[in-house]
C-alpha cells in the first residue's frame, strides 16, 4: 500500500463532489401543459382523425417519452449578476421538446428557475446572447452601446428572442438552419446543406452559407470573409459559401469563430468583426472574380428572397430550400406561420415596431409569393436545364421588385489553420473547443479531436498593437475530453487511461483525486475493469448534447458506430495503464465547466459535480503569489505556482490556519533551505501537520513524551502571545526562559543551490519585502505583516543585509529578537544568485517616506509593484499631491515618487494595469484638496479603504476631505461626495444617475394609497396630490382643500329653489331643472381647472387602466335631497351638450399623468373600454397623453385604428395630441397624418375628403404645433392663404369659419414664431402686407400658389362679393402678426395695431378687435411693458380716455357728438388686452408691481359689472375683460396660490345665472388652476414657444355655451400645458426622506433692467426663470451649504426640478429643523453648552442625540461618557466626553477612533506595553503632518478648525516626551549606547529601546558609521557631523550624552 500512499500525496484532492440533475428536467414534468403541447406537436393530422383514435393517441404518448429523452440538453454558465453583488452561481439552460428552461442556483443558493419559455414547434437549438443597441449620439460623443442580454430559443421556421426586461422578438428564418452560434455581435446562423445542391454546374456561384443577425430587428445579412492570399497573395473579401466550412466554435472574448474543413479536414481560427464600408462596397459591386451576369442574378434572388421572408410571405420554393420537381409539394418547408415583421429599415421612427404574434396569415400572402416564384425560378432557356434553378437569366430576375441587396454586417478575418497532416485524417472534427490562460496569463485555445484521443492546444497572443491574434504552435496532449476550470487557470483532462488530470496550459499539474466515488461493478477479486464494457460504448441522453454543444443537423456529424471501434482499439493500452485507479474507468466525459466546477459523465450515466480546488484562500499567500509570479521568469513562475498547489491541495489537505506555515516551507524549501532544520519553520511544520496524510511522512521518534515536547510548548507562538497578553502583566506571571541547547547540534545549515529558486532569492526576498510596506498600509492585514517579517528577517540575515534586519527589528522587536539561526550562503554558490539592480542597501520604508515628505526632506522615489502593490502607489502620490502641493504627481506615471519595479517579462499586462489605474485629476477642481478627493474618487477609493489606512497615514487625506465637505463643486459625482460625508448630495448624485423612471422618493411623498376617508369618498380625480409637500407650502390655513372642492365635479350639485305659494308643482320642477342647467353649465367647465391643478402629478401602475372621474350633471334638492335630473324631458336641453366637458374631462385625468411615468402604447390602447364604441373621454385623455409627450410611443397601426373610426372627436385629440408630443420636429410622418385632414396641403386633383370643420381646425393647428419656429415657406404660404379662406360652394366653410381662420393664423404665427422681418425667402410673400390686409379689410388679392383653382367658384350661401371678411379674418390675422413679431420691439408693425384715436375710425372696428390688437402691439414691444397703470393707459388714445373719466359713473360731461357706448366698449378691450399682454410678460414671476396693477383692475371690472353703468358697456363686453383680466392676474401668480386671487376666484364660481355662461365659469376656473398649477410644483415660463401655446389657450373669446366653437376650438383650451415647467425646488431631509423647510440664497444675473441683486427665499418655493439665475445656495446655520453655479450650465437644475424637485439636504450638528425650532433657540450650541462651561466636559448622553442621528456615536456616548460610581475613572470618562463632544459638534465624527488610538497608545507606552512601533510611527506622523509647512499656510488664510484639536496634540506629545525621558533616565542611556556601538543589547528592555529609536527617527548604526562620527569628543562637532542626517534638534539633545561617552552627564 505503501505506493498508493505516495501516490496520493502527490495528488490534488478535488473539493466537494455532489451528484448533479439539470433542474430543468425536475421542472419540465411538473410543468403544466407540455405533455399535451407535445403531444399536439407530434401527432399527425391523419391520425388525429383516423377511426381508431385511442390506438393513435397511445402511439403518439409513447412517441413522446422516446422524443423526450433524445431532444433533452441543457448547457451552463456563469451567473451574470448587478454590478457590485459578488455572487458566484450557475445558470442553466435546459431544452426538451417545446420547453426551454432557465434557471439559476449555486451550491449555497437553492435554484429556481428563472424564466421558463414554451414554443409551438420543438425547439432545436437554445442559447444566450447578447445583443448590443447603439444609443443616440449626443453631442461630441460617440455613441455608446448598451447590450440587451438575451435567449435565443431557435424553431425549424424562427428564432424567438425573449430579453431579460421583458421584450420578445420573432425573427422569420428565411432557410433551413443547421446551427446557430452567439457571438460578441450577435447570432450567426449555418443555413444546412441540401444535397441537391451538389451537382450543380460550375458557373453558379454558390449561396452564401453563413448569415449573421445584429439584432432581432434587423435583416439576416450574409457573412464575408476574407482569406489568406493563395499563391497570388492578394487577400480579397468574399461571401462565405463554402459548404466544407463548418464552425465548430464561436467566443465573444477574444472575438474568434473556430471552422473545420469537411473536404481537408482542417481546423481554422477566424477573426470576427464588423465589416468595413469599403469591404462591404467591394462585396456588393462584385460578388465572384468572373464578372457573369449570373452573380448579380444570384444576389438579387437571394435578397428577393430573405426580403420576402422578413415580410412574412412564405417562400413556396426557396433558393435554400431541397427542390422538388412539384413546387406544391414542398409548401410545408417553411410554416405559413413564419412570424411577420412590420419592420424595415426604411420605415420612419414613428412606425413603431409592432410585431403581430399570430401564428398564421391569410391567404393574401400566397398571392405575391407564387408571383415571386415565377419571376425567378422559370427554367432558364440559356442553360437549358430543367431543374429549378436560381441562375434564370438576367432579363427575368430583373423583374423582382426589391432587387436592392442585402448589406453585409460582419467580416471574417483568417487567423490562422493547423498545418496539413500527411494522411488526412477522416473523422478528425474536434468536438469540443475552448479557450484556457494559464497560471501566468498565457491564452491557449484547445481543440479535442475524439477520434484521435488527442487535445491539441495553441498559444496566442494580443499584438502589440492589441488589434489581432497571434497563434502559436500547437501541443498534443493525449487525452479523451477536456475542460477549462476558469476561476483557476487551469483545465482538466481526462486521459486515455481514466485518469482525470489537471494542466495548467500545457504543463501537468497533477492527477485529481475525487473521494467516495462508488465503484459498484468491482467485487473484492475482481480489481480490474472487466473488458466487456469499453470506454465509449455506453450512450447516455445527455452525451450527444454534451459532445457536440448544439449540433442541429446530425448528419453532419460522424455516426456513432466509428466512435465505438475507435474507443474499442484503445481498449488495449488501457488495460495496461489501469493499474489501481479502478475510479478512473467509470469517468466518461466531462462537461459544463463553470468557474471552478465541472460534471463528471460517469460511464452509468450518472452525473457528478466536483469543485477544483482555489489556488489559495488567504489574502496574504495570495499577494505574496502575485509578486513571486510578477518578479519571476514566466517558467520558473509556473513550476512554483504548481509545486504550491500541489503541496496546497494534496489530499487530507491543511486547514485554513495553517495555510501561510505551509506557503512558508514551500517557498523555502524551493528556496533550498532544510526546513526540518532550522527551529522556527520545524515548529511551523508541528504545527501545521494536523493531517494525517502530512505527518506520516514524518518520522516519529517514539510515542512517550520527551523534552523537546515541553520546550516546543515553550516555543511556540501561543506561549509568546500569552506571555505579552495583558492578563499575563495582570497576574504578574513571570516569564519562562527557553533555553536553547539544540541550536548548536545545526551548526552550520547551508542552503541546496540546485533547488528552483535558489538565484532568485534576492529577487524574491525583495517583492516580499515591498508586499509587506505595503500591508503596512492596511489595518486588516497586520497580522500578516507579524508572519511576514518572520520570514523576511531570516531570508535578511542570510543575505547578510543588516539594515533590513534592523528595520524588521525596529518594527517588531519582541517577534524577531528569537530569530537566532544563520543558513550560510557560500561564496562560491552566492555568486550563481542573480543580483537585482532593484535591491537598495537601505530597506525602503514606505512610513519613513511619509515622514520626510511631510519634513520636506529630499526623498527618493518609492519602489512599487505595478498591480501589486496599489496602495502604496496611492499613498505615496496622494502625499505628494496633497502635501508637497505637487498637482503633477497624478498625472505622471513613473514619477519622481515613484519608481516601478520592472520584471523581465509581462510588460504589456503591467502597462494594461496603469493604464486602467492612473489618477486622472479633475481640471476642473480649484483647491489642491479637490483635486486629490476626485482623484481619489476615480480610482474607486472610498470611506471603507480609509477606514482600513492607519489613522497616522489617512490624516492628510481626511484632511483634504474635510476642506471639500464644506463647499464641495455642484457637478461632483456621487461618489466623490459619498467620499466627503456629505450624504446629501451624493444621494442627489445618483438620483441624477439613475434612469428618468417614476420619482425615486415619490413614494415617500404620495400617499400610500386611500386611507380610510379617502377610499369612502368618490374618486374626484384629485386623490394623488401630494398632501405632505402642498401642506409644507401652504401651511397656515386648508386652501388647498378649499381649490378641491371648488374643482370637484363628481358630487350633484345642490340645487336650492324655493317654492312660492303661487307656483304649482310642475312649475316648481322646471323651475329646478332650469336651475340645474344653470349649474350645469358651471359644472361642465370646471375640467380644464382640474386638470391645471393635478398637472403631472400621478404615475400610473402599468397593469391598471387610468381612473377617469365621472361628471355628475345630476342636482340634490333640499331639504329632502331628492335627486333633480337633467333627463325627465320636462326642460329643453340642448342636445350632446356633455359631448366637449366629457373631452375635457378625459383630458384632465390624462394630465395627472407624469410625463417621466413608464407607460408604452400596449397601455394607452389598453385604457380604452372594450366593446364600446370610442368615447369623448378617451379623445381627451388622447390628447393628455400627446401633451405630455408619451403619444409618440402609440404605434402606427393603432393611430390608423383609430383615425379609421371616424370618430370625430378622437380625431381631434389624437391628431392635436400627436402634434403637440412632435413640436416643432418637421416630423414628415406625422405632417401626412395632418395633411390628409387639410384640403389646402394636398394637391389640386386629389379626391375630396369629408373632412369635419373642427377636424380640420384641429389639423391647421397641429401643423403649426409640428412646424413650429421652422419657417417652413411651402407651410407658411399655405397658411397664409387659409387664413382668408372664402367658403366654398356645396356648404364647405360655412359654418364655424372663424375658428378655421383663427386656428391658421395661430398656426401662420406658430412656424414664423419670433422670426419677424428675418423671413428668409419669404419675402416675395409679403406676409406682414397680407396679413395687415387681413386685419383691415380691402380688396381681396388673387390667391398666389396652387390653389387657385380652388377658389374659383363662390359659395351659394353667402355673398362675401371681392372683398377680405374682416369679422372673420382680423382675429387670426392680428395674433399671427404678434407671433411674427414677438419680442421684437418692431415699431412700425407696434404702430399697426395702435387703437384708432378718433370716433370715426374707432367706429370701424369692433370692441374686441381693439382687445386683440392692444395684446398684439403689447407682445411685440415685449420689452416697453411696465408692470404699472401708466403703461396701460398708454394704450388707451386720448379720444377714448376724455370720455371714459370713471367706469362705473353714468354722468360727467360728454360732448353730444359722441357715441358713449363705442367709447366706453373701446375703453374697457384696450384696458384688458393691455392686461393680457401684462400678464404674458409677467407670466409665472409672481411680480408684486404687476400682481398689484392687475388686481386693481380686476376689482375695478367686478365693480363695474354689478354697477348701474354696466348696461352701457354691454354685461357680456364686461364679464369677457373681466375674464381676461383675471386671467392675467392668475398667469403672473401660476403656482403660487395666492390667496386673494383665490378669493376672486371662489367669488367667481359661486356667481352662477345672469351673464355668466359656460366660458365665463372656464375661464375663472382656468383661473384657478392656473393659480395652483400642478398643486404648487408648475410655474409658466415665457419662452416664445410657451407664449403662443398661452395665446392658444387663453384666446380673449369664450364660448357661448358647451358645444359652441364657432370663434375658437375648445381643445385648444389645453395647451397651456406647452407653456408649463417645473420650478418648485423642495428641500429633502437626507436622513429622514422627507419634505423640510431650508433657507435658498437666489442671486439673479445682472441684466438691462436691474443689477445682480440677490434674495433669500424660503424653501419649498417656485423658483424664477432660470435663464435669470446666476446661482442658488443652501444656506443658514442650520443645513449644510450646497451652490449650484447656473452660469455653468442649467442642465443639472433642470434634471433636479423635472424629477419633483427634490434637492437633498443635511442637518449640521446641533441644529433642529424649522419645523421643530424655526428660530434657532432650541438648538444645542445656543444653549449653556460652551467651552467656558465646565459642565459640558460630562456631557448626558441624550444630549448627543440631538446632535446626530449616527447608531455608532449614540452607542459610544451610551457606553463609554456615562458616570459611574467607580473611582479612578473620572478623567478618562470627561477626556472621552471632550473628544466625542468636539468630535460631534465641529462635524467630524470620523475623528473619533484616531483619538482614541492616540490616547490608547500613549497610555500603552506609559505602561510600557507597546510590543511593536506601529502605533508610534502613526503619532509620529499625525504630529509631523501638523508641523509641516504647507498646512502652517494653509491655515494662515483659512477659519476652519483643525481636524485633531492642538492642545490635544500637546498634551499627547507631552506625556510621550516624559515616558521615554524617564526611561532614558533609568537604564535606557545604557541600553542606547550598547546599540549605537554595535554591541548585543539586553533582552528585556529591548521593546522601549524600538519605540525610543523610532519616535525620535535615530539613525542606524549604518548611518551613524557613515558620518565619521568616531571620535568625536565636543558637542559642536557633533552637531556639525549630525547635520547631515538631518535629526530634529530633540533627538540631538537626548543621543548627543550618549553618544559624547558620558551617559550619566544628560541634559535634562
Not at 508541528?686 to 515553550?714: M, N
Not at 547551508?750 to 489595518?779: M, W
Request: net charge negative; aromatic share 8%.
Amino acid at each position: 500500500m505503501s505506493n498508493v500512499y505516495e501516490e496520493r500525496v502527490t495528488m490534488i484532492a478535488a473539493g466537494e463532489m455532489q451528484e448533479f440533475v439539470p433542474f430543468g428536467r425536475d421542472h419540465c414534468r411538473r410543468h403544466p401543459n407540455a405533455t399535451n403541447l407535445q403531444l399536439r406537436q407530434l401527432q399527425p393530422a391523419s391520425e388525429l382523425w383516423s377511426s381508431d383514435g385511442d390506438a393513435g393517441l397511445v402511439g403518439s404518448l409513447r412517441e413522446v417519452t422516446i422524443h423526450e429523452k433524445q431532444k433533452e440538453s441543457w448547457h451552463l454558465r456563469k451567473g451574470t449578476c448587478d454590478i457590485g453583488e459578488e455572487l458566484d452561481y450557475d445558470e442553466e439552460l435546459y431544452v426538451a421538446g417545446n420547453m426551454v428552461i432557465w434557471s439559476r442556483g449555486s451550491k449555497n443558493h437553492a435554484s429556481s428557475v428563472y424564466k421558463a419559455f414554451t414554443v409551438d414547434s420543438p425547439v432545436l437549438q437554445a442559447l444566450w446572447c447578447d445583443f448590443s443597441i447603439p444609443q443616440d449620439k449626443t453631442e461630441g460623443t460617440e455613441a455608446q452601446e448598451r447590450t440587451e442580454k438575451c435567449v435565443c430559443i431557435v424553431q425549424k421556421s424562427c428564432v424567438n428572442v425573449h430579453t431579460v426586461d421583458g421584450k420578445d422578438y420573432i425573427a422569420p428564418l428565411p432557410f433551413q438552419v443547421a446551427d446557430v452560434w452567439a457571438t460578441k455581435y450577435g447570432l450567426i446562423f449555418e443555413r444546412s446543406n441540401p444535397v441537391q445542391e451538389a451537382p450543380l454546374s460550375p458557373l453558379r456561384e454558390p449561396l452564401p452559407t453563413m448569415f449573421s443577425m445584429l439584432h432581432p430587428l434587423d435583416e439576416i445579412a450574409p457573412l464575408v470573409c476574407k482569406p489568406t492570399g493563395g499563391v497570388t497573395n492578394i487577400t480579397r473579401v468574399q461571401y462565405v459559401a463554402d459548404y466544407t466550412l463548418k464552425i465548430i466554435f464561436s467566443s465573444s472574448a477574444p472575438s474568434i469563430i473556430v471552422t473545420y474543413d469537411t473536404a481537408q479536414c482542417l481546423h481554422a481560427v477566424w477573426a470576427l468583426r464588423k465589416i468595413k464600408t469599403e469591404e462591404q462596397n467591394t462585396v456588393l459591386r462584385c460578388p465572384s472574380t468572373a464578372g457573369t451576369p449570373q452573380q448579380i442574378v444570384t444576389s438579387s434572388s437571394l435578397t428577393a428572397h430573405l426580403r420576402s421572408v422578413s415580410k412574412g410571405e412564405s417562400p413556396i420554393a426557396s433558393p435554400f430550400q431541397n427542390f422538388s420537381s412539384f413546387p406544391g409539394q414542398n409548401r410545408s418547408t417553411v410554416s405559413p406561420g413564419a412570424h411577420s415583421r412590420s419592420h424595415s429599415p426604411s420605415i420612419s421612427n414613428m412606425a413603431a415596431l409592432s410585431r403581430s404574434h399570430s401564428p398564421s396569415l391569410g391567404a393574401s400572402s400566397f398571392s405575391g409569393v407564387q408571383r415571386f416564384n415565377l419571376s425567378t425560378y422559370t427554367p432558364s432557356p440559356k442553360q437549358g436545364r430543367n431543374s429549378h434553378s436560381p441562375n434564370s437569366t438576367l432579363s427575368d430576375s430583373l423583374l423582382v421588385p426589391e432587387t436592392e441587396p442585402v448589406i453585409p454586417e460582419l467580416c471574417l478575418d483568417h487567423l490562422w489553420t493547423e498545418s496539413a497532416h500527411n494522411v488526412r485524417e477522416k473523422n478528425s472534427q474536434a468536438s469540443k473547443v475552448f479557450t484556457t490562460i494559464d497560471l501566468c496569463g498565457q491564452k491557449f485555445l484547445c481543440y479535442l479531436v475524439e477520434s484521435r484521443h488527442q487535445l491539441r492546444c495553441v498559444k496566442f497572443e494580443e499584438s502589440n498593437d492589441l488589434t489581432q491574434l497571434i497563434f502559436g504552435t500547437v501541443t498534443v496532449i493525449q487525452a479523451r475530453d477536456a475542460a477549462p476550470v476558469e476561476s483557476v487557470n487551469t483545465m482538466m483532462v481526462l486521459e486515455s487511461n481514466g485518469n482525470l488530470v489537471l494542466y495548467t496550459g500545457i504543463i501537468r499539474v497533477g492527477k485529481v483525486f475525487i473521494a467516495g466515488v462508488p465503484t459498484p461493478s468491482l467485487s473484492a477479486s475482481n480489481t480490474l475493469p472487466r473488458p466487456s464494457t469499453p470506454l465509449g460504448s455506453i450512450s447516455t441522453p445527455a452525451r450527444p448534447s454534451s459532445r457536440h454543444p448544439g449540433a442541429l443537423d446530425e448528419a453532419v456529424w460522424p455516426s456513432p458506430v466509428p466512435e465505438l471501434n475507435d474507443s474499442t482499439k484503445i481498449q488495449d493500452s488501457y488495460m495496461d495503464d489501469c493499474t489501481f485507479h479502478q475510479i478512473g474507468t467509470y469517468i466518461h466525459s466531462l462537461r459544463d465547466p463553470v468557474q471552478n466546477r465541472v460534471t463528471l459523465e460517469m460511464n452509468n450515466g450518472n452525473l457528478l459535480r466536483i469543485t477544483t480546488p482555489e489556488i489559495t484562500n488567504s489574502q496574504l499567500v495570495k499577494k505574496c503569489l502575485q509578486a513571486i509570479k510578477y518578479i519571476l521568469p514566466k517558467e520558473v513562475a509556473v513550476q512554483v505556482l504548481i509545486k504550491w498547489y500541489n503541496a496546497y491541495n494534496a489530499p487530507g489537505g491543511p486547514n485554513y490556519h495553517s495555510e501561510w506555515n505551509m506557503f512558508v516551507i514551500c517557498l523555502m524549501n524551493m528556496m533550498g533551505y532544510n526546513t526540518d532544520r532550522l527551529t522556527w519553520t520545524r515548529n511551523l511544520d508541528l504545527e501545521g501537520s494536523l493531517s494525517p496524510v502530512i505527518a506520516a511522512k514524518k518520522a516519529r521518534p517514539s510515542d512517550v513524551g520527551s523534552e523537546e515536547d515541553w520546550e516546543y510548548l515553550l516555543s511556540c507562538d501561543y506561549h509568546h502571545n500569552f506571555e505579552s497578553h495583558l492578563l499575563a502583566g495582570v497576574l504578574h506571571l513571570d516569564p519562562l526562559e527557553v533555553l536553547h541547547p539544540k541550536e548548536e547540534t545545526f551548526p552550520n545549515l547551508g542552503l541546496d543551490s540546485t533547488t528552483l529558486l535558489y538565484n532568485h532569492i534576492p529577487a524574491i526576498f525583495f517583492v516580499l519585502h515591498l508586499i509587506y510596506e505595503e500591508l503596512k498600509l492596511d489595518n486588516l492585514m497586520r497580522e500578516g505583516a507579524r508572519s511576514l517579517v518572520i520570514l523576511l528577517y531570516q531570508l535578511a540575515r542570510d543575505l547578510k543585509l543588516d539594515m533590513y534586519m534592523d528595520s524588521y527589528w525596529r518594527d517588531y522587536p519582541l517577534l524577531v529578537k528569537a530569530l537566532k539561526q544563520t543558513c550560510k550562503i557560500d561564496q562560491a554558490q552566492a555568486r550563481l544568485m542573480h543580483q537585482p539592480p532593484f535591491l537598495t542597501v537601505e530597506p525602503p520604508s514606505i512610513y519613513q517616506w511619509l515622514s520626510s515628505c511631510l519634513n520636506g526632506d529630499i526623498m527618493s522615489p518609492f519602489p512599487y509593484l505595478p498591480g501589486i502593490c496599489e496602495r502604496t502607489k496611492l499613498i505615496v502620490q496622494s502625499f505628494a499631491l496633497y502635501v508637497l502641493g505637487d498637482e503633477k504627481a497624478l498625472s505622471q506615471e513613473s514619477s519622481q515618487y515613484l519608481f516601478r519595479i520592472a520584471a523581465g517579462q509581462r510588460k504589456q499586462q503591467a502597462e494594461e494595469d496603469n493604464k486602467r489605474l492612473s489618477l486622472h485629476p479633475c481640471t476642473s477642481s480649484s483647491s489642491l484638496a479637490a483635486k486629490l478627493v476626485v482623484s481619489l474618487t476615480n480610482l474607486g477609493f472610498t470611506l471603507k479603504d480609509l477606514e482600513t489606512v492607519p489613522f497616522g497615514v489617512a490624516l492628510p487625506i481626511r484632511d483634504a476631505i474635510y476642506h471639500c465637505r464644506e463647499q464641495p463643486s455642484s457637478d461632483w459625482s456621487e461618489a466623490a461626495c459619498s467620499l466627503i460625508g456629505r450624504q446629501d448630495l451624493s444621494k442627489q448624485a445618483h438620483e441624477g444617475n439613475l434612469h428618468k423612471t417614476k420619482s425615486a422618493i415619490g413614494h415617500v411623498l404620495l400617499p400610500d394609497g386611500a386611507s380610510g376617508t379617502e377610499a369612502e369618498e368618490e374618486e374626484d380625480g384629485m386623490n394623488d396630490m401630494s398632501q405632505d409637500l402642498m401642506s409644507l407650502i401652504w401651511n397656515e390655513d386648508l386652501r388647498v382643500q378649499e381649490v378641491r372642492r371648488l374643482l370637484q365635479s363628481t358630487h350633484p350639485v345642490r340645487v336650492n329653489v324655493i317654492q312660492m305659494p303661487e307656483m304649482s308643482d310642475h312649475e316648481y320642477i322646471e323651475e329646478k331643472e332650469n336651475r340645474l342647467l344653470q349649474l350645469c353649465q358651471r359644472t361642465m367647465a370646471l375640467p380644464p381647472g382640474r386638470g391645471m391643478f393635478t398637472l403631472f402629478s400621478y404615475h400610473p401602475v402599468p397593469t391598471e387602466p387610468l381612473p377617469i372621474p365621472k361628471l355628475n350633471l345630476t342636482g340634490r334638492a333640499p331639504p329632502r335631497n331628492t335627486t333633480v335630473d337633467l333627463n325627465s324631458g320636462n326642460i329643453d336641453v340642448p342636445p350632446n351638450m356633455a359631448s366637449w366637458a366629457s373631452f375635457h374631462n378625459g383630458v384632465a385625468a390624462g394630465l395627472k399623468v407624469a410625463p417621466a411615468s413608464q407607460i408604452d402604447s400596449a397601455w394607452i390602447v389598453y385604457n380604452r373600454q372594450k366593446n364600446t364604441e370610442l368615447t369623448n373621454e378617451y379623445a381627451g385623455l388622447l390628447m393628455a397623453l400627446g401633451l405630455n409627450g408619451h403619444l409618440s410611443k402609440l404605434t402606427t397601426m393603432s393611430i390608423h385604428d383609430y383615425l379609421s373610426k371616424g370618430h370625430e372627436m378622437t380625431s381631434i385629440g389624437l391628431l392635436l395630441g400627436i402634434s403637440a408630443a412632435k413640436l416643432g420636429t418637421m416630423d414628415i410622418s406625422v405632417t401626412r397624418l395632418l395633411s390628409i385632414h387639410i384640403p389646402a396641403l394636398l394637391p389640386p386633383t386629389s379626391t375630396e375628403l369629408d373632412v369635419p370643420h373642427n377636424l380640420q381646425v384641429a389639423a391647421v393647428m397641429g401643423i403649426g404645433l409640428v412646424y413650429q419656429g421652422t419657417a417652413h415657406r411651402h407651410i407658411a404660404e399655405v397658411l397664409l392663404t387659409e387664413i382668408g379662406r372664402p367658403p366654398g360652394p356645396e356648404m364647405e366653410n360655412c359654418t364655424d369659419r372663424e375658428s378655421y381662420s383663427l386656428a391658421s393664423g395661430l398656426a401662420l404665427g406658430m412656424v414664423c414664431l419670433g422670426h419677424g422681418s428675418n423671413l428668409i425667402g419669404m419675402s416675395d410673400l409679403n406676409v406682414p402686407d397680407q396679413l395687415y390686409q387681413y386685419m383691415v379689410g380691402g380688396h381681396r388679392r388673387t390667391q398666389p400658389g396652387i390653389h387657385r383653382e380652388k377658389h374659383k367658384s363662390p359659395s351659394y350661401q353667402i355673398k362675401e362679393g371681392d372683398t377680405v371678411n374682416v369679422d372673420v379674418t382680423c382675429p387670426g390675422a392680428t395674433l399671427a402678426l404678434a407671433l411674427l413679431y414677438l419680442k421684437t420691439n418692431n415699431r412700425s408693425i407696434a404702430d399697426w395695431l395702435r387703437a384708432p384715436d378718433t370716433q370715426y375710425l374707432l367706429d370701424f372696428v369692433k370692441p374686441e378687435f381693439l382687445l386683440m390688437r392692444t395684446l398684439a402691439r403689447g407682445l411685440i414691444m415685449w420689452d416697453e411693458i411696465k408692470p404699472n397703470p401708466t403703461w396701460i393707459n398708454s394704450n388707451i388714445p386720448p379720444i377714448v380716455r376724455q370720455n371714459n373719466a370713471s367706469l362705473n359713473s353714468m354722468d360727467g360731461q360728454v360732448a353730444d357728438d359722441v357715441d358713449l357706448q363705442t367709447m366706453r366698449q373701446a375703453h374697457i378691450n384696450i384696458i384688458a388686452g393691455a392686461c393680457m399682454a401684462m400678464g404674458l410678460r409677467f407670466a409665472g414671476s409672481s411680480n408684486a408691481a404687476a400682481f398689484n396693477c392687475l388686481y386693481k383692475y380686476v376689482k375695478m371690472f367686478l365693480e363695474s359689472v354689478s354697477s348701474p353703468a354696466a348696461a352701457l358697456a354691454g354685461h357680456h363686453n364686461l364679464e369677457t375683460c373681466l375674464s381676461v383680466v383675471l386671467l392675467s392676474l392668475a398667469l403672473v401668480m401660476a403656482g403660487t396660490g395666492n390667496l386673494k386671487v383665490l378669493q376672486i376666484c371662489r367669488f367667481m364660481h359661486k356667481r352662477t345665472g345672469g351673464e355668466m355662461n359656460y366660458g365665463f365659469h372656464m375661464a375663472s376656473h382656468m383661473a384657478l388652476g392656473l393659480l395652483f398649477l400642478g398643486g404648487g410644483r408648475y410655474s409658466l415660463c415665457t419662452s416664445n414657444s410657451a407664449i403662443a401655446a398661452l395665446l392658444c389657450a387663453l384666446y380673449p373669446r369664450f364660448p357661448a355655451h358647451s358645444t359652441d366653437n364657432r370663434y375658437h376650438l375648445q381643445a385648444l383650451r389645453h395647451l397651456y400645458v406647452l407653456a408649463a415647467e417645473p420650478r418648485l425646488l423642495v428641500p429633502v431631509d437626507v436622513d429622514t426622506n422627507t419634505p423640510c423647510y431650508a433657507l435658498i440664497k437666489v442671486t439673479y444675473k445682472a441684466s438691462q433692467w436691474c443689477e445682480e441683486t440677490t434674495v433669500n427665499l424660503m424653501a419649498p418655493s417656485l423658483l424664477p426663470e432660470l435663464h435669470l439665475l446666476k446661482e442658488i445656495k443652501v444656506k443658514g446655520p442650520k443645513y449644510w451649504e450646497i451652490m449650484m453655479d447656473l452660469s455653468k450650465g442649467l442642465a443639472s437644475l433642470q434634471s433636479i426640478l423635472s424629477k419633483d424637485g427634490f434637492l437633498y439636504v443635511k442637518l449640521r450638528a446641533g441644529h433642529l429643523s424649522y419645523t421643530e425650532d424655526p428660530k434657532g433657540f432650541r438648538s444645542l450650541l445656543a444653549q449653556t453648552f460652551t467651552h467656558r462651561n465646565p459642565e459640558f466636559l460630562s456631557i448626558k448622553p441624550e444630549a448627543v442625540s440631538a446632535f446626530t442621528s449616527d447608531p455608532a456615536l449614540l452607542s459610544f456616548a451610551e457606553y463609554f461618557c456615562k458616570q459611574s460610581k467607580k473611582e479612578g475613572k473620572q478623567d478618562m470618562l470627561d477626556l472621552l466626553s471632550s473628544i466625542l463632544y468636539e468630535c460631534v459638534t465641529q462635524e467630524k465624527p470620523e475623528m473619533l477612533p484616531t483619538y482614541i488610538a492616540i490616547d490608547q497608545a500613549v497610555r500603552r507606552l506609559e505602561r510600557t506595553e507597546l510590543t511593536e512601533t506601529f502605533e508610534l510611527w502613526q503619532i509620529k506622523l499625525v504630529q509631523q503632518f501638523y508641523n509641516s509647512v504647507c498646512l502652517q499656510d494653509k491655515f494662515k488664510n483659512s477659519t476652519s478648525a483643525l481636524l485633531i484639536n492642538s492642545e490635544f496634540l500637546l498634551a499627547m506629545k507631552s506625556m510621550l516626551d516624559k515616558t521615554l525621558d524617564q526611561w532614558l533616565h533609568a537604564s535606557g542611556d545604557v541600553l542606547l549606547h550598547s546599540y549605537l556601538s554595535g554591541q548585543p543589547v539586553e533582552e528585556s528592555k529591548i521593546s522601549m529601546l524600538a519605540c525610543f529609536l523610532v519616535y525620535h527617527s535615530v539613525p542606524t548604526l549604518q548611518q551613524i558609521a557613515a558620518t565619521g562620527i568616531e571620535g568625536t569628543a565636543s558637542f559642536s562637532e557633533l552637531l556639525l557631523k549630525f547635520s547631515q542626517l538631518h535629526l530634529p534638534v530633540q533627538t540631538l539633545l537626548r543621543l548627543a550624552p550618549v553618544m559624547l561617552g558620558r551617559p550619566q552627564a544628560m541634559l535634562v
